[in-house]
C-alpha cells in the first residue's frame, strides 16, 4: 500500500510542477480555443489531462517549446511507474 501511496504522490507532485511551469510559460507559448491567454485553472486542466493520460485538453502549444514541455511531462507519465520503483523499491 505504501507503494501506492507514492506512486500517487509522485503523478501529484508532476502535475503541480507542470501546471506552474504552464502558467509562466503561457503568455508566449499556449493559447486556449478561444485564441485567449490560458489561466491558471487551464493550465492544472492541461497537466491533469497529460498526466492521466487523456491527451484532449481546453490549451495548445503555439511554439516548439510549449511542444517540448508537454513531451517532457508526456515522457515523465510514461516513466512514472518505472522511476517510483526506482526511487522507492529497495531490493
Given amino acids: ?46 497537466s491533469i489531462t497529460i498526466q492521466a493520460g487523456v491527451g484532449i485538453s481546453t490549451i495548445y502549444p503555439v511554439t516548439s517549446f510549449g511542444k517540448l514541455i508537454i513531451m517532457i511531462q508526456q515522457i515523465l507519465l510514461i516513466c512514472t511507474n518505472a522511476i517510483t520503483l526506482y526511487l522507492f523499491v529497495t531490493v
Avoid: G, R, W
Fill in 1 to 46: 500500500m505504501k507503494l501506492v501511496l507514492k506512486v500517487l504522490f509522485v503523478n501529484m507532485l508532476c502535475i503541480m510542477i507542470f501546471s506552474i511551469i504552464y502558467i509562466n510559460i503561457a503568455k508566449d507559448n499556449f493559447m486556449t480555443q478561444h485564441n485567449t491567454l490560458p489561466e491558471y485553472i487551464d493550465c492544472l486542466l492541461e
